[in-house]
Nanobody, 115 residues
Framework: VQLVESGGGLVQAGGSLRLSCAAS????????MAWYRQAPGNQRELVAI???????NYADFVKGRFTISRDGAKNTVYLQMNSLKPEDTAVYYC??????????WGQGTQVTVSS
């Protein structure tokens, strides 16, 4: 299984970015896909999850600003991030959980939001 993130970068506060995670080596439609983030000195935290049944759940700190979605034809999951804040600065990781309960991670992509 391989997960490759892209789309990170430097953006001013209030701006937007869209992260992509291209998945290979798994049955994409069976996977629960998620985005996590980790800021320096902090633990990795869940940002958003999209289940195989297309249910979504978001951390309170991104509700109304971030949207997770998937394109099954491209085996890709996205994270649209709007109204970015400096506290959103972190390395963002793509996660795939496949039956029965295996976790796979991407290498991470840096998002930096300047004030």
């Amino acid at each position: 299984v391989q997960l490759v993130e892209s789309g990170g970068g430097l953006v001013q506060a209030g701006g937007s970015l869209r992260l992509s995670c291209a998945a290979s080596g798994l049955t994409f439609s069976w996977a629960n896909m998620a985005w996590y983030r980790q800021a320096p000195g902090n633990q990795r935290e869940l940002v958003a999850i999209l289940t195989s049944g297309d249910s979504t759940n978001y951390a309170d700190f991104v509700k109304g600003r971030f949207t997770i979605s998937r394109d099954g034809a491209k085996n890709t999951v996205y994270l649209q991030m709007n109204s970015l804040k400096p506290e959103d600065t972190a390395v963002y990781y793509c996660n795939a959980r496949v039956p029965p309960n295996y976790d796979f991670w991407g290498q991470g992509t840096q998002v930096t939001v300047s004030s």
